[in-house]
């Protein structure tokens, strides 16, 4: 069974940064497709970033490119969101998932396997 444990989330004023991190144990982490997704309050759970296995390949909702970047350090069980120009749209629970296995990115929530309990991001304007 892999578990999920996300970290680095946070209270920031606009325009700030946060880095979040989430950690897996219990399977085999370089070879699961990694994405993050977030939830508001009152709002579906939407699709953030997603990374292939060999961090060779990320993709962006727009509502984040050229803010957020996705990475990967297989070496260390963990995938990474950098969040920079934070803004207060960008509030929500944030949920690194995993997917066991494939070699292209997935996007749809239904794709992944696996999830943590989620880490907190609010922005405050």
């Known amino acids: 069974q892999v578990q999920l444990v996300e970290s680095g989330g946070g209270l920031v004023h606009t325009g700030g940064s946060l880095r979040l991190s989430c950690t897996a144990s219990g399977g085999t982490f370089s070879r699961y497709p990694m994405c993050w997704f977030r939830q508001a309050p009152g709002k579906e759970r939407e699709f953030v970033a997603a990374i292939s296995w060999s961090g060779g390949s990320m993709y962006y909702a727009d509502s984040v490119k050229g803010r957020f970047t996705i990475s990967r350090d297989n070496a260390k069980n963990t995938v990474y969101l950098q969040m920079n120009s934070l803004e207060p749209e960008d509030t929500a629970v944030y949920y690194c998932?995993?997917?066991?296995?494939?070699?292209?990115?997935?996007?749809?929530?239904?794709?992944?396997?696996?999830w943590g309990q989620g880490t907190q991001v609010t922005v405050s304007s």
């Open positions: 998932e995993a997917r066991e296995g494939g070699s292209h990115l997935f996007v749809k929530e239904y794709d992944y396997d696996y």
